[in-house]
């Protein structure tokens, strides 16, 4: 099921799963499904069926919309950004991954170890992320891409932590393990089985 949640910062975000970060005693306990996101942000070859679901998911929210796909913290197209052929935003220069300290501040020559390579194409764009963890990473290419004159920016990522949730929804609460959720597609006859997602911090490879 697509679910949407409303902050302060970034407006309507759009996302699957929510997933607990870090839970102590339970490394090596982790589910298929967080076995599966890792997986497809790190292989070489993701076989799962994440990209699918983000693509569909894309297309419930707005399937005319212009697409941005946040980079990764090293210069190279990530996993994410090749399942949707888009090149809107690449690195140049490596950075420090944001999961060592999601606290921080998104440096000031930030931009500089980028390249924008987007194209205007229709009045509403979606910025897309496979993890949403403090929401700074996220606001920061908000920022960036509103010299574009969208009429609306979308935000969605494949997840989002329990404590983002917490912080800007109190009347949400986060079991440590949820029943599956479902998707479903606006393309007739399909749903597909969205567990939600429990890891150790070691194991999240997103940068933000």
């Known amino acids: 099921m697509l679910k949407s949640l409303e902050s302060n910062s970034l407006g309507t975000i759009y996302y699957i799963i929510t997933y607990v ?6 490394k090596g306990k982790t589910s298929k499904e967080s076995r599966d996101l890792v997986t ?38 990530n996993n994410l950004q ?3 052929q888009n090149t809107s935003i690449v690195k140049l220069i490596e ?25 205007k194409k229709s009045n509403t764009l979606i910025i897309v992320d496979d993890i949403i963890t403090s929401g700074k990473t996220m ?12 009429d609306k920016i979308h935000v969605f990522a494949y997840g989002i932590t329990d404590t983002f949730i917490k912080r800007y929804d109190k009347t949400k609460s986060v079991s440590m393990f949820e029943p599956c ?22 194991d999240n490879g997103g940068d933000e």
């Open 21 to 26: 970060g870090s839970i102590m005693g339970m």
């Open 40 to 77: 497809f942000k790190r292989a070489n070859k993701p076989s799962n069926m994440i990209p699918d679901i983000i693509k569909m998911a894309i297309n419930e929210i707005d399937a005319k919309a212009d697409i941005c796909v946040i980079p990764s913290s090293k210069p190279k197209l």
């Open 82 to 84: 090749k399942a949707l």
């Open 95 to 119: 950075t420090e991954p944001r999961k060592q300290n999601h606290a921080a501040n998104i440096p000031n020559n930030f931009k500089e170890t980028i390249e924008v390579n987007h194209t």
């Open 139 to 150: 606001a920061y290419f908000v920022d960036l891409m509103s010299v574009f004159k969208y």
């Open 181 to 202: 959720e479902i998707f479903q597609s606006n393309i007739p006859d399909i749903g597909l089985m969205i567990p939600t997602l429990h890891f150790d911090e070691a």
